[in-house]
């Protein structure tokens, strides 16, 4: 019987044990390899967190950093990836969030780890005291590890200004990922290319899926999806049949016209999720890779990266693609704004989602019991749901279709992103009283009330608060903002002044 995603992981490196489990530009490492090493560095993580406890680690994405998930999981602790682009703020947030006195990091980034409210343990360091670690020392953590156990910490943008960090279980990974590889038919002699950085639910089902079956994965290089021959290269190189990727990194090789440079000869699976693939984009895919298959997938990080998937038709693209059916054991419904379900064609309602993929939860918010409630249809018995605050409707075909975010959140270049933490950093500068966001042509404006004030200087003081993706292409001064009978800011006129 397996309980934990470690049970699998020794499964596979049972199967497979010289086979490369994960690959980066420079390095790799065997199932059996991976393993070895993990439960060795396990026992040196053991001696700085506690079992149950955040492993924070900033390490750029590689197989090593890989390596130290699995220490983590080992050390019956669960991995945070931290993004050392990130700045200090949004960084010291985190931190404070998971309550952590250590963070396993790069020693090239001692200069921006002087900055943050934690204390270094360099990966080198770690690493040179695993030599002498008996592996079996692993072992008593390991064996109080339970399927409710948390396995990792992602951190998504928050509405307050304080990002949250969504903590998942191993019973979640394990039922989604399952499910995920036997629909998908993904096999042991896949190659699969990460693209999603490590703090993105994405790269779960590219880990994990390797996991499950023994396919390898290759850690492709965040600068590579600025050049689009090297990518190409490196997707031909490595004979890469899957693909698992946010639809902006699908939408930058059509975009930049990578296919007129070279065809990936085996890709056979394509998925994409994260926002709406626009059809133009997904026609010159099909175009160039006519004989992969092509899943839309879409789903939340609260609920283990996907709750619904959609196959794309060889011959034919809808417009709009429905987000499709709900995947086995996960209930899938829509809930009007008094808490009944909706089930007609054509009516739009919350997207709300039940099962063993719900979250654990917020790590050390009260936001938890906002979002992660009772299902008001099923009042007999305790059923917890999340609500995912998107908005959707069943088409006459039976299939969902997605329509937008009930409040502010946006999804913007892979990225999920609350308009309010955005208005909340503008809102800091000196000259500005108020902040309203609007998402339009792919596009984040910023309308603002105050004083008149230069864009460069607004953007030089975003960068010391936010990641560059959040940054808002334009900053509109107007003297005051239209308002809604109900005294709410007027999002739908300032969109109209936008695009009159």
């Known amino acids: 019987m397996k309980y934990t995603l470690l ?38 993580i053991a001696r700085h967190f506690k079992a149950g406890n955040a492993v924070p680690i900033m390490i750029e994405k590689s197989v090593r950093t890989i390596k130290f998930f699995f220490a983590s999981m080992y050390a019956g602790c669960f991995y945070s990836y931290f993004d050392w682009s990130f700045p200090d703020e949004r960084l010291n947030s985190m931190i404070g969030t998971l309550g952590v006195a250590n963070i396993i990091a790069d020693r090239k980034y001692e200069k921006k780890l002087a900055s943050l409210n934690v204390s270094p343990l360099y990966f080198d360091d770690l690493e040179k005291e695993a030599e002498n670690a008996d592996g ?24 307050t200004g304080n990002p949250k960090a969504v903590v998942v279980g191993h019973r979640s990974v394990i039922d989604f990922i399952y499910c995920f590889t ?28 390797g996991v499950f079956t023994g396919a390898s994965v290759h850690l492709v290089p965040k600068m590579f999806f600025s050049f689009p021959t090297k990518l190409l290269d490196y997707l031909e190189e490595r004979e890469i049949t899957v693909l698992i990727w946010a639809v902006s990194a699908l939408c930058m090789v059509s975009t930049l016209n990578g296919f007129d440079y070279k065809v990936p000869s085996k890709l056979r699976k394509i998925m994409f999720s994260g926002e709406v ?63 009944n379900e909706i089930t007609e064609a054509g009516k739009e309602g919350e997207l709300c989602v039940s099962g063993t993929c719900v979250a654990i939860g917020y790590y050390n918010s009260p936001k938890t019991a906002e979002v992660f409630v009772q299902n008001p249809i099923n009042p007999s018995r305790y059923e917890r749901i999340y609500k995912t605050g998107d908005l959707a ?7 969902l279709y997605y329509i937008g975010r009930k409040d502010t959140q ?7 992103i609350e308009l309010g933490e955005i208005e909340g950093a503008v809102s800091k500068h000196d000259n500005i009283t108020r902040t309203c966001c609007i998402f339009t042509q792919n596009k984040i404006f910023a309308f603002y009330i105050g004083k008149e ?28 903002f239209p308002m809604t009978k109900n005294g709410k800011i007027d999002r739908k006129a300032l969109e109209v002044k936008l695009n009159g």
């Not at 899943?295 to 609920?303: A, D």
Request: proline share 7%.
């Open 410 to 416: 946006i999804k913007h270049m892979g990225h999920r």
């Open 393 to 399: 409707k069943f088409g006459e075909d039976g299939n």
């Open 182 to 209: 036997e629909i998908f038919g993904i096999q042991s002699s896949d190659n699969i290319a990460n693209q999603a950085p490590l703090d993105f639910d994405v790269s779960v089902k590219d880990i994990f899926s």
């Open 453 to 480: 004030t230069e864009k460069k200087e607004i953007v030089t003081m975003l960068k010391a608060a936010i990641p560059s993706y959040m940054i808002p292409s334009d900053f509109i001064y107007i003297p005051e």
């Open 277 to 339: 693939m626009p059809c133009k984009q997904l026609e010159i895919w099909k175009k160039f890779v006519p004989e992969a298959e092509y899943i839309n997938l879409y789903g939340p990080t609260e609920i283990t990266c996907n709750c619904t998937y959609y196959r794309i038709p060889r011959d034919s693209i809808p417009d709009p693609l429905p987000i499709g059916q709900a995947f086995p054991n996960e209930r899938v419904f829509l809930l009007d704004e008094d808490g």
């Open 136 to 159: 079996s020392g692993a072992d008593a953590r390991r064996r109080n590890i339970i399927d409710t156990d948390a396995v990792y910490a992602n951190f998504t943008s928050g509405s």
């Open 7 to 44: 049970d699998y992981l020794e499964e596979t490196a049972g199967k497979y044990p010289d086979k490369t489990a994960f690959a980066d530009v420079t390095s790799k490492i065997t199932w059996a390899e991976l393993v070895a090493e993990s439960k060795k560095l396990s026992v040196v």
